[in-house]
């Protein structure tokens, strides 16, 4: 009998467990860095809280927005004006609480014209059945030749720039929430909403089916022009909240806010372990781990190569760049086609 | 028969050149009414049409590198930092062996193309190697090749080694920006039209599986390919040093994407002539179209307004051509007067079948 | 997920190996970071780190200041919204940064406010803040003060190049490069440039000119430039040629002079030297400017010289030793500094050897007499004219 049991015992299967591992890299790339990093703030005798609440500060913007972004990038599309989106949205918000002294107005206008300014895309795209990329290059060109117009005519000139400055009093009022705790909340609660759409619901799995086989995913009734409006709207939400707590967070708007957010989204999302087609591997997470790992390697470049004259910043990004296409070819080592990837 | 066959050919010459010079024609008329309403005229100096032949170049040269890689799924967002890159590298040894004298120009302009072809090499090693979305790779490598001219220049403009009579006689010579264009063009056609080489590229384009299961081998053409863009971006590279005889190294941070957009409009409006016509001179005529709406533009440089203008002016026409594009047909029947009969038509169709939400009748 | 014992061993193998090496790469760190000595750190908040100008800064400051001073000054990449500036300050205060100066004049009133809430100095060594934030900033208790050329002084620079123009070069005809406006410094410049001109925008002249752009939504149209010197305008650059043609066309109306609100010795002094039509400018004391006036046909520019971030850097140090210097009431100080102007190759080489990094018009001699000093001496000290003669 015992015989018998030792047969039947499951063999050790090697293919699994480098699957979960190669699956869960992301994560334990990010749990490493971050060790890293606090082991190189102690050495230095660096004060640990205020690095962490401005890494904080440095990833929210940009998990926010590229957590959205998953649903676009689910279905093979890109979106490339999502940092002139943020901006032209901070832009109208920032002028309406100007103007009424509402946070709640900030936040509403915010997300409601960066969902806007998604849905066009998606409906111009649709409607006339344009390439995703083209449409989000031009809607890049006009929202921020339009949030430049209103920054130079609704500004104030100080120095180099124009910038729309907020009173201090109305910055006061934002002080609860340019908190830690208000940013980990609201985080939370917004990636915990994202998972939930994205891994509970129908939207979810038909955008998943509709990015992995677009011509089966019709057949089975899929409509691709409403589940892409659908993750243009949640981009958009994303973008929304992104843009309301630059404005919590910065008290001012200018031509340059959320400048870097466009490509960065690529990089945290591709980092986090995102595959670029879409399909059924997208994970919603891999904004919040690829965001923070980023921006943490980043950081302990900079400290590493802190006295280095000149040659510095390059250096940070020559190293950023090998990481980056490290980090993406391990995470993606068990997916590999027999012909030359497109 | 003769007759039919002369009159068929007749057609079909006339639907070629309808085809081929609308969109010039169109775009000049809208310069010529822009300029004599505003009492100015574009290209009525020399420095404004050296200006305008080495732009063209620019254009055209990008849009042929962008073209090779995305039409065959290849989205390479590198190609800005890699023509910077060419330049700094090639400036930097052209300096050192030369001092700024003699034939700085051609022996940097051939130094640029050859560095351009090898990062391009590279580029596509690291592709074909590490099997990763081109798109992916890109980022990556735009992160280096951006970090290694910030490394080498600082961020600082370079313009001791690019400032010489050599760089000047080669900016303010038109013809030199016309042979560029003509050999490059020749060079493409001849690869990718008339070499084994080519149509391997062709049946790849078509399809990948298919084409790589009848043994045609995927890896070295995507590694030519990507060379051969490298050297069009070297090109590329030099000939944007030339207007200020500098270049601008403080690209981090994806600095360096910006010049892959100029290409678009051209591409997409080079690949509608190019169904009339060999592609590369529809490229060709897409170049000189949008050479020649950038001079137009500098025309209004004296209002602030004009860089604003300017970018949403492109997104329309990048936005409404590609409407255009790919709702021929509709705008076809829009111009005949038929669109309306065709969509009642297709409604009466759709209810045959019962696919419509009215209620059938009781 | 149902896992056997033995996958699970097989994981935590792998992630104790992949521990292992990052806590030997730490290890590395621990050799590479040293630990703290007496040297005292400094964040250095920038936009463009690599502008003549910024360099000059940056040497000045790590080559000269810090070694005198046993002063450790840390760069910031280069930032390019307020918010990264924020979150740069934030860093450098994290670093154990005790001051910050700002460059990058991205949002400052805001960050002398984050910096005051983590009792970290903040200073500004390149422009100025706006009134409204001075207002807002001068009783932070560790704000320094501010010390650069204000609007005033931009619009006075532009009005000094327009009268020597009009008054010594009898100009009758002008090209004119607008740099980068509506950039309020090139706006105030302008306004400066085309009133010395005789000129005037609108009818306006005077800083007038500026309110009225501002009036019109900060777009400014050279058509409404008028007077008795002709001006033929241009401003921007696109980097792909356009602007080039633009001032090809400019030059080949024979203007008398080429005058410019800044970057035109970074964009097109080559040009102009080859047409040999006489530019100014106003930039830094480089030695490429210095080829420029010596065989090309510059001949007129305004800068600013490195080591005129000697008092703020002063400034900062008596705040950290505790004997800060303010106003009577105990406001931050707000100190404008003007630029020199050179006219001649001759005057060029004499600026620019009169202020060297091994050799600061800001030496230590004359740091030293500033630490600590009372606010009054520190004042004259700032504004005192130090034209080498």
Known sequence: MEQVMENKKPKFDKYKAKKLVITLLPLLALILLFVFYIIILNVNDYNIMMNLRSLLNQSLILVLVATGAIFIFTLGQFDISLGANALFSAVIGTLVYKATGSIALLFIICILVAVGCSLLNALIASVFHLPMFVTTIAMLSVLTALATFLIQSQGSASGTSYSINLPSELVDKLAPLDTPIFKIILLGIFILAMVFIFNFTKVGRKQKFLGGNEKCAKLTGISISLFGIIAFALAGLGVGLGSSMTVVYAHTVSTTTASSIGMSVFIAIVFGGMPINGGARSRIYSALIGGFSYNIMTNILFILFQSMEGARDGLVQVISGVFFLAIVFVASINYRSKNLPR | ?362 | MYMQKSEIMAISKFIKGVTAIALAGASMALVACGGGNSTVKVGVLVADASGDEAIGFKNYLQQYVAKEYNYEFVYSPQLDSAEQARAQAETFIGQNCKAIIDMADKNRGDLAQLCNTNKVYFAIGSGMMSDEDYNASKNLEYFVGQIGPDMVTEYNTGLAMGQYYKETKKVSKVGVYGAFIPNPMHLYRMAGLLTGLGDTYKGQSGQNIVYTVFGDGAQFDASNIAGDVTIDYCSGFDGEGAIFGRVGEIIAGNPDAFLSVGMTTTFFADMLDKANLEYSDIDSFTTANGAHMKTGSLKYLAGKYSSSLGPIFAAIKSAIDGKAIRLANGDAFSLSQGYWTAKSSAEFEKFQSADSVTNPIFNKTVLDTLIGASYDSFKAAVELDRTPQ
């Open chain 2, 1 to 362: 028969m003769e007759a039919i066959n002369k009159q068929s050919k007749a057609k079909d010459i006339r639907k070629k050149a309808f085809g081929i010079f609308t969109i010039p024609v169109l775009v000049i008329m809208a310069i010529l009414i822009v300029c004599l309403s505003s009492g100015q005229m574009i290209l009525t100096t020399d420095v404004s049409f050296y200006g305008f032949t080495r732009y063209t170049a620019v254009v055209l040269l990008t849009t042929i590198a962008l073209s090779i890689n995305l039409s065959s799924g290849r989205f390479d967002f590198s190609i800005g930092s890699l023509s910077t890159l060419s330049s700094v590298i090639a400036a930097k040894i052209t300096y050192a062996m030369l001092a700024g004298s003699g034939a700085s120009a051609p022996v940097m302009l051939l130094i640029s193309i050859i560095v351009g072809a090898v990062l391009g090499a590279l580029s596509g090693a690291l592709y074909v190697a590490l099997k990763l979305p081109p798109i992916i790779t890109s980022l990556g490598v735009t992160l280096i090749f951006e970090g290694i001219i910030y490394m080498i220049s600082g961020g600082r403009y370079i313009t001791t080694e690019t400032s010489n009579a050599s760089m000047i006689f080669f900016r303010e010579s038109w013809w030199i920006h016309l042979i560029i264009i003509v050999l490059a063009l020749g060079v493409i056609y001849l690869v990718f039209d008339r070499s084994k080489f080519g149509f391997n590229y062709k049946a790849l384009r078509a399809g990948q599986n298919i084409a790589v299961n009848t043994g045609i081998k995927e890896v070295p053409n995507a590694i030519i390919c990507y060379t051969i863009c490298g050297a069009l971006m070297g090109t590329v590279g030099f000939l944007q040093v030339l207007p200020g005889n500098q270049i601008a190294t403080s690209v981090l941070n994806f600095g360096s994407i910006g010049i892959m957009f100029i290409a678009f409009l051209p591409m997409f409006i080079g690949g509608y002539i190019g169904k009339y016509t060999n592609d590369k001179i529809g490229y060709l005529i897409a170049s000189i179209c949008i050479s020649l709406l950038s001079s137009m533009f500098a025309l209004f440089n004296t209002k602030t307004i004009t860089a604003s203008i300017q970018s949403i002016v492109t997104a329309v026409l990048l936005v409404g051509f590609l409407i255009f594009l790919n709702n021929e047909q509709t705008c076809k029947d829009l111009a005949n007067g038929t669109l309306i009969k065709k969509i009642i038509k297709q409604y009466k169709e759709k209810k045959n079948r019962g696919e419509t939400n009215d209620k059938p009748q009781e």
